[in-house]
Protein backbone atom coordinates (compact mmCIF):
# COMPACT_ATOMS: atom_id res chain seq x y z
CA UNK A 1 0.00 0.00 0.00
CA UNK A 2 1.19 3.40 -0.32
CA UNK A 3 2.23 5.67 2.10
CA UNK A 4 0.93 9.43 2.98
CA UNK A 5 2.58 11.58 5.14
CA UNK A 6 1.48 14.79 6.59
CA UNK A 7 3.00 17.46 9.08
CA UNK A 8 0.24 20.08 10.80
CA UNK A 9 1.69 22.84 13.19
CA UNK A 10 -0.78 24.55 15.53
CA UNK A 11 -0.64 26.93 18.41
CA UNK A 12 -2.17 24.28 21.01
CA UNK A 13 -0.78 21.84 24.08
CA UNK A 14 -0.80 18.25 22.61
CA UNK A 15 -4.02 17.90 25.67
CA UNK A 16 -5.98 20.37 23.77
CA UNK A 17 -5.15 19.37 20.21
CA UNK A 18 -6.55 15.61 21.22
CA UNK A 19 -9.83 16.80 22.84
CA UNK A 20 -10.02 18.56 19.46
CA UNK A 21 -9.30 15.85 17.49
CA UNK A 22 -11.29 13.53 19.81
CA UNK A 23 -14.00 15.59 19.46
CA UNK A 24 -14.12 15.41 15.58
CA UNK A 25 -13.72 11.79 15.66
CA UNK A 26 -16.96 12.12 17.56
CA UNK A 27 -18.78 13.72 15.00
CA UNK A 28 -17.29 12.77 11.81
CA UNK A 29 -20.86 11.45 10.79
CA UNK A 30 -22.79 14.08 10.70
CA UNK A 31 -20.03 16.66 9.36
CA UNK A 32 -19.34 14.15 6.79
CA UNK A 33 -22.26 12.31 6.02
CA UNK A 34 -21.65 9.37 3.55
CA UNK A 35 -18.70 10.47 2.73
CA UNK A 36 -16.49 8.69 5.50
CA UNK A 37 -17.98 5.47 6.57
CA UNK A 38 -16.79 2.20 8.45
CA UNK A 39 -14.95 4.44 11.21
CA UNK A 40 -12.25 2.80 13.47
CA UNK A 41 -10.18 5.11 15.83
CA UNK A 42 -8.54 4.19 19.01
CA UNK A 43 -6.41 6.17 21.15
CA UNK A 44 -3.17 4.62 22.50
CA UNK A 45 -1.59 7.71 24.69
CA UNK A 46 -1.32 10.40 22.49
CA UNK A 47 -1.37 8.66 19.14
CA UNK A 48 -5.09 7.79 17.27
CA UNK A 49 -5.05 4.83 14.90
CA UNK A 50 -7.68 5.44 12.33
CA UNK A 51 -9.33 3.45 10.07
CA UNK A 52 -12.28 4.40 7.81
CA UNK A 53 -13.48 4.60 4.09
CA UNK A 54 -13.68 7.07 1.96
CA UNK A 55 -15.42 7.08 -1.65
CA UNK A 56 -15.17 3.89 -1.30
CA UNK A 57 -11.12 3.64 -0.55
CA UNK A 58 -9.88 2.30 3.02
CA UNK A 59 -7.72 4.47 4.51
CA UNK A 60 -5.93 3.48 7.73
CA UNK A 61 -3.20 5.95 9.51
CA UNK A 62 -1.72 6.60 12.52
CA UNK A 63 -2.07 10.49 14.26
CA UNK A 64 0.36 11.45 16.53
CA UNK A 65 -0.78 14.88 18.53
CA UNK A 66 2.56 16.80 20.49
CA UNK A 67 1.99 19.87 21.57
CA UNK A 68 2.23 22.30 18.30
CA UNK A 69 2.53 19.75 15.93
CA UNK A 70 0.07 16.72 14.81
CA UNK A 71 1.97 14.17 12.04
CA UNK A 72 -0.01 11.88 10.48
CA UNK A 73 1.13 8.20 8.77
CA UNK A 74 -1.21 6.74 6.59
CA UNK A 75 -1.41 4.05 4.04
CA UNK A 76 -3.96 3.99 1.11
CA UNK A 77 -4.78 1.49 -1.33
CA UNK A 78 -2.91 1.52 -4.44
CA UNK A 79 -6.14 2.24 -6.62
CA UNK A 80 -5.82 5.42 -4.46
CA UNK A 81 -2.76 6.91 -5.79
CA UNK A 82 -3.46 8.88 -8.12
CA UNK A 83 -5.57 10.54 -5.24
CA UNK A 84 -2.93 10.71 -2.76
CA UNK A 85 -1.91 14.26 -2.92
CA UNK A 86 -5.46 15.17 -2.52
CA UNK A 87 -5.95 12.99 0.48
CA UNK A 88 -2.74 14.33 2.18
CA UNK A 89 -3.89 17.90 1.43
CA UNK A 90 -7.49 17.52 2.38
CA UNK A 91 -6.01 15.96 6.22
CA UNK A 92 -3.74 18.73 6.16
CA UNK A 93 -6.86 21.81 5.65
CA UNK A 94 -9.24 19.69 7.68
CA UNK A 95 -6.61 18.88 10.83
CA UNK A 96 -5.68 22.95 10.17
CA UNK A 97 -9.21 23.65 10.54
CA UNK A 98 -9.85 21.90 13.35
CA UNK A 99 -6.49 23.20 15.42
CA UNK A 100 -6.86 26.43 14.31
Known amino acids: MPAFKAAVPHHLSAEEAKQRVDSLMQSIDQKYPGMVTNLNSEWNGNVLSLAFTVYGFNIKSNMKVEDKKVDIDGNIPLA ?12 SEKLKELLA
Open 80 to 91: ALPFKGRIQETI
